[in-house]
């Protein structure tokens, strides 16, 4: 209602600038220079309303932005003002009648509708701002609902890191970590062809020598159930607190993979198995803060836990004594994490969207806008914008409620769901690319349930001193069910290998049975896991 007001203010405005400059057009008496103004008083508001109107066209028509009816009102206000110009300016024109017109109270009026069409500017800008505030309340409750309590610093696994992180030379600004590279390199498989630019055992043994007191560390916090990098955050803080401990986490998962390896290179089946353990509950204590980047760094560190676990156990022949010491939590699921990183998600975009009220906290807004054009923002476009961002909440938590085998499709179609449905300026920008998300939240779920269950194949192995004919064999003895494929909903898979092993799978994002083909970059094939044969 109130920018119907403003409208209807403007166009009265339009129409008394007209009438001014027709008095003033009556009165002069050079003939070229009167009908330049009749011609300037009419195209320059006549060019403000129809380029409102085309801007109101466009954002509707490709962007998607505002009410159907918002263009057709403009272009009625548009067209009003056309036909009360030409009105005004026939009958002032007409034996320059306008001259007799009194302009001191057009002024006047002119004047007071332009300060009227301010203060109602003014007042539907401190509307939205008050809007903006209640926008930061309901994301502040979103992230206190979504982010765990406050834990004790002495039951709380993240002091650790934090001193693991400083032993291992991370606790600073420099943005590269001396052994980080050669590390990642030394672990890259692609690097496995090319030896004269992969790091030597001797250089990474070198590396864990010298950072056993963090890698010590890293094992303990490992241990504590319970992990928080701080309590309660704004979140103005949140952002960057994230990047920074998502960052030290996983240069810490690599380091921890490298350690397994080498342990297994070396028959320390019991010490690999410690580093392996403390993989799979970094993966789980990285979502305790949960967005989808802390969401996406756990799959990240559980892929790298579940390779490094088929390289341990190609390696070294583990007891079933200390096969029974891994611990992979059987009830921790990436895609039960979807709805509540999503409410983190959706948390963080509302109060970056809250950061319009005082734009210059926050460098968001002003890398789409600029600082001068905010406020026409908030009163113009901010409600489109928060009901577009709502109605994509919404059905990311829709989707997210149901089965991840039931709901692929829609999380794919998501994109295009969305742009016919109203959407806001800034939240396309702001919004992540959620649709691809579930895919990978689920094959974090495959390698998780495929390491529980190599668990248990090779538990099998070593006290038979073969593999089962059917992962049936398995049950109940070695585990109590075999686990779903969270792509399918049916029971995971196993063929045997051409070496004698067997391969594990899960048939993948692209929904087919490639009988354990791998992988690849393009999401065609299985998610496998290999168990090598027996030496």
Not at 92 to 100: C, I, K, L, S, T
Not at 107 to 113: K, R, T
Request: charged share 20%.
């Amino acid at each position: 209602m109130g920018q119907i007001l403003l409208w209807i203010e403007l166009l009265a405005a339009s129409c008394l600038m007209v009438t001014v400059a027709t008095v003033d057009a009556a009165r002069c008496k050079q003939f070229g220079f009167r009908w330049a103004i009749v011609v300037g008083s009419i195209l320059a508001p006549l060019g403000c309303w129809a380029t409102v109107t085309y801007i109101a066209v466009w954002m509707r028509v490709v962007a998607k932005v505002g009410p159907p009816e918002r263009p057709w009102f403009l272009a009625t206000l548009a067209g009003m003002f056309v036909i009360i110009a030409l009105i005004i300016l026939l009958r002032g024109m007409r034996n320059r009648q306008a001259a007799g017109w009194p302009a001191w109270k057009l002024n006047l009026i002119f004047a007071a509708v332009c300060v009227l069409s301010l203060i109602t500017f003014w007042n539907l800008d401190l509307t939205a701002r008050d809007r903006l505030g209640r926008l930061r309340d309901r994301a502040d409750s979103i992230m206190a609902a979504t982010f765990p309590p406050r834990i004790p610093d002495s039951q709380n696994a993240a002091r650790v890191y934090e001193q693991a992180f400083e032993s291992l030379d991370m606790a600073t600004n420099r943005k590269i970590i001396n052994w980080a590279i050669p590390v990642c390199k030394w672990l890259d498989t692609s690097e496995e062809k090319q030896p004269s630019s992969r790091p030597s055992d001797a250089k990474i043994r070198e590396i864990l020598q010298t950072n056993s007191r963090g890698l010590k560390q890293l094992r303990r916090a490992a241990g504590i159930k319970q992990c928080s990098f701080g309590g309660y955050w704004s979140s103005d803080e949140l952002l960057n607190l994230l990047l920074s401990e998502i960052s030290s986490m996983r240069s810490a998962a690599e380091l921890l993979a490298a350690d397994a390896r080498i342990r297994a290179i070396d028959g320390d089946a019991a010490g690999a198995i410690a580093d392996l353990n403390a993989l799979f509950a970094m993966a789980e204590h990285v979502t305790r803060k949960p967005t989808m980047i802390t969401a996406l760094a756990a799959i990240n560190i559980e892929t790298r836990a579940a390779e490094t676990m088929e390289f341990v156990l190609a390696r070294c022949d583990a007891s079933a004594a200390e096969l029974a010491a891994l611990e992979i939590e059987p009830m921790f699921s990436h895609v039960r994490m979807i709805s509540s990183a999503l409410s983190g998600e959706e948390a963080l975009g509302l109060s970056i969207l809250a950061t319009l009220e005082e734009p210059g906290h926050h460098d968001i807004p002003s890398r789409y806008l600029p600082e001068v054009l905010i406020p026409m923002y908030r009163v113009f476009l901010m409600s489109d914008e928060i009901e577009g961002y709502n109605v994509a909440a919404g059905e990311w938590q829709r989707l997210a409620a149901m089965p991840h085998h039931k709901s692929k499709a829609l999380w794919r179609t998501l994109p295009q769901r969305m742009r016919k449905k109203q959407t806001g300026f800034l939240t396309p920008k702001m919004m992540p690319a959620v649709s691809g998300y579930p895919d990978r939240a689920a094959t974090g779920d495959s390698r998780h349930r495929l390491a529980s269950l190599a668990t248990a194949v090779t538990v099998f192995r070593v006290k038979t001193g073969a593999l089962p004919e059917s992962l049936d064999k398995l049950i109940p003895e070695y585990i109590e069910a075999i686990p779903t494929d969270p792509f399918d909903g049916e029971p995971l898979r196993m063929i045997g290998a051409k070496d004698g092993g067997a391969i594990l799978y899960s048939i993948g994002p692209d929904l087919k049975d490639d009988g354990g083909q791998a992988l690849d970059n393009n999401k065609a094939g299985d998610v496998v896991f290999r168990l090598a044969a027996k030496k």
